[in-house]
């Protein structure tokens, strides 16, 4: 399946900005959707936003519309999360993950599941806190 890679973690303060990267071997195999998932100790691991290769649909979880985008850049098969108006509630463990299988897994909040994904990478620390 490959290698994936996530960076870009770190502390922010409340209203700051970071930019997740998603980058490895993985990404450079065939996939029908890229996601970004989150996870707190605790509790299960959510899906945040997806992107399928086959059309350039995008999808997010509602507690992040308009303040995250994703994006992918096809010629170095690298996979952005731009994360803006950080909230307390953001903090999290981020995973990229991809989808090798079908579109189904990038549709709607009931299919973008991490069970639909079978790549993942060890995920990158989000913290936010002034």
């Known amino acids: 399946q490959g290698q994936i890679v996530e960076s870009g973690g770190g502390l922010v303060q409340p209203g700051g900005s970071l930019r997740l990267s998603c980058t490895g071997s993985?990404?450079?195999?065939?996939?029908?959707?890229v996601g970004w998932f989150r996870q707190v100790p605790g509790k299960e691991r959510e899906g945040v936003s997806c992107?399928?290769?086959?059309?350039?649909?995008?999808f997010y979880t509602d507690s992040v519309k308009g303040r995250f985008t994703i994006s992918r850049d096809k010629i170095k098969g690298t996979s952005y999360l731009q994360m803006n108006s950080l909230k307390p509630e953001d903090p999290a463990v981020y995973y990229c993950?991809?989808?090798?299988?079908?579109?189904?897994?990038?549709?709607?909040?009931?299919?973008?599941?991490?069970?639909?994904?079978?790549?993942w990478g060890q995920g990158t620390q989000v913290t936010v806190s002034s």
């Open positions: 992107t399928r290769t086959t059309d350039d649909f995008t």
């Open positions: 993950a991809t989808d090798s299988t079908s579109t189904v897994g990038c549709q709607d909040s009931y299919y973008f599941r991490a069970r639909e994904y079978e790549n």
């Open positions: 993985g990404l450079s195999r065939h996939h029908y959707a």
